[in-house]
């Protein structure tokens, strides 16, 4: 082999991609340019502008801030826009597909409604015990429930986590990491006045307690978030109620 055709060789990767509506689909092949720096994000993108069009992805900042972009590279979950191909490369080859756990829209892009109700069911949404005309209550940042909040509010809902973990692909009624680290961040809010009933809305079928505690939501997080700390948090709050070792309210 020429150095002309080794160098040819040298500067093409090849990349599988999952293709397909619903769960109806199967991987296709494709031969990418390769180079110095590059992102999987970057092999998608390549693909849909010089390959195939029709390519359905998603994905909005590229610097790793909304999360849009995550998709499964090689088994794994992860946000594209982040992760170097010669970091994760095989053999040479790259297979992309749709976040696991979740619905396939077309393609890449997978259906986040079920990912965004479990958030929602699992108490997610701020509710404040004052109203706007009250007076705006301190939030102290040295106090350890804030502390403990604190370690949290930098999940943007990519779903990285939930593709990761696989109590969700067993369990489809299960919250999931996301969902009960935000439930987990509320308990501990000083400004939510009801803390019996985040404990009542995670407590349930598909709550904390399915959790089997492997782990995977917090080794792929890639804000290097703990959501299985937090999921502990919510089971040792629980059975604290349970037992009567602690009040579920706030005291004021």
């Known amino acids: 082999m020429s150095e002309q055709n080794e160098k040819t060789q040298a500067a093409v990767l090849k990349a599988r991609v999952w293709r397909g509506v619903g769960e109806a689909g199967a991987w296709q092949s494709f031969e990418v340019p390769a180079h110095e720096s590059q992102t999987v994000l970057d092999v998608v993108s390549w693909i849909q502008q010089n390959a195939d069009p029709t390519l359905g992805y998603r994905f909005a900042c590229r610097v790793g801030m909304c999360g849009s972009c995550a ?10 826009c982040r992760t170097h191909v010669k970091k994760v490369l ?21 259906d986040m409604d079920p990912f965004f109700d479990k958030w929602v069911k699992a108490g997610g949404v701020h509710k404040p015990s004052r109203s706007r005309h009250d007076p705006i209550q ?28 696989d109590t969700v692909a067993g369990n489809a009624d299960y919250l999931g990491p996301a969902a009960l680290q935000r439930a987990w961040t509320l308990f501990n809010d000083a400004r939510i006045d009801d803390r019996a009933a985040i404990l009542d809305g995670v407590s349930g079928p598909g709550g904390c307690h399915n959790c089997h505690s492997q782990g995977g939501c917090s080794r792929f997080c890639p804000n290097e978030l703990d959501p299985l700390s937090a999921i502990a948090g919510l089971k040792r709050a629980g059975a604290a109620r349970f037992f009567g070792f602690g009040r579920a309210r706030r005291e004021e």
Do not use: F, H, S
Request: net charge positive; glycine share 6%.
């Open 138 to 165: 301190p939030v102290r940042p040295e106090d350890p429930g804030r502390v403990e909040a604190n370690k949290a509010i930098e999940c943007i809902n990519c779903a990285v986590c939930y593709a990761a973990c």
């Open 71 to 80: 998709m499964m590279v090689n088994g794994q979950p992860r946000w594209t």
């Open 90 to 110: 095989k053999n040479g080859a790259l297979q992309i597909g749709p976040l696991r756990n979740l619905p396939v829209i077309r393609d890449l892009v997978a």
